[in-house]
T-cell receptor, first 113, second 112 residues
Framework: DAGITQSPRHKVTETGTPVTLRCHQT?????MYWYRQDPGHGLRLIHY???????DKGEVSDGYSVSRSKTEDFLLTLESATSSQTSVYFC????????????FGPGTRLTVT | GENVEQHPSTLSVQEGDSAVIKCTYS??????FPWYKQELGKRPQLIID?????GEKKDQRIAVTLNKTAKHFSLHITETQPEDSAVYFC???????????FGSGTKLNVKP
């Protein structure tokens, strides 16, 4: 599982509240990603990071921000949650030293009511 | 950016039959093509991948083929078993850029 954990695993929140999801990895991988998964859309990239304090937008970044102050942690923040952000969120890493192989965390199911 | 299309969206086969899932990509610079299997409620798991310098790769009952000219690649599962039932995703990436673009998924149902 490439040493990836996500917290929380499940969260229910109300529209308009801020939410932060955490991705933690223990193997010092340089690249980390946040995806959302919705029926019929596969996995869509929200933001990714290529090093501490180095981040870039993905294809569905509106309404989301990220931070990476340590190699092991990549945080995803919804500043003001909306119902359209109800989804399953997956963190992923690209394994250092194993080419492009990408491995996923266990996921966080977020419901915005 | 890259656009990956995947077909079919659902596939139902009898146990023991073969299953084929196809993907096309738009960016001819893409050179890494992984396939993931996702069981219900679980994370996507990498099952096989292929790089653009190879036309075919096999791992036991699964194989992936790549046609760079036509910009499409396929996943082949032979002798399907009920435990192969899952959602399968293809993806395309450009090596060293580390951005992945996923297809929308194929739900495979293997009937005993």
């Amino acid at each position: 599982d490439a040493g990836i954990t996500q917290s929380p695993r499940h969260k229910v929140t109300e529209t308009g509240t801020p939410v932060t999801l955490r991705c933690h990895q223990t193997e010092n991988h340089r690249y980390m990603y946040w995806y959302r998964q919705d029926p019929g859309h596969g996995l869509r990239l929200i933001h990714y990071s290529y090093g501490v304090k180095d981040t870039d937008k993905g294809e569905v970044s509106d309404g989301y921000s990220v931070s990476r102050s340590k190699t092991e942690d990549f945080l995803l923040t919804l500043e003001s949650a909306t119902s359209s952000q109800t989804s399953v969120y997956f963190c992923a890493i690209t394994a250092s030293g194993r080419g492009d192989e990408q491995y996923f965390g266990p996921g966080t199911r977020l419901t915005v009511t | 950016g890259e656009n990956v299309e995947q077909h079919p969206s659902t596939l139902s086969v009898q146990e023991g039959d073969s299953a084929v899932i196809k993907c096309t990509y738009s960016d001819s610079a893409s050179n890494y093509f992984p396939w993931y299997k996702q069981e219900l409620g679980k994370r996507p798991q990498l099952i096989i991948d292929i790089r653009s310098n190879v036309g075919e790769k096999k791992d036991q009952r699964i194989a992936v083929t790549l046609n760079k000219t036509a910009k499409h690649f396929s996943l082949h599962i032979t002798e399907t078993q009920p435990e192969d039932s899952a959602v399968y995703f293809c993806a395309a990436s450009l090596y060293n850029f580390n951005k992945f673009y996923f297809g929308s998924g194929t739900k495979l149902n293997v009937k005993p």
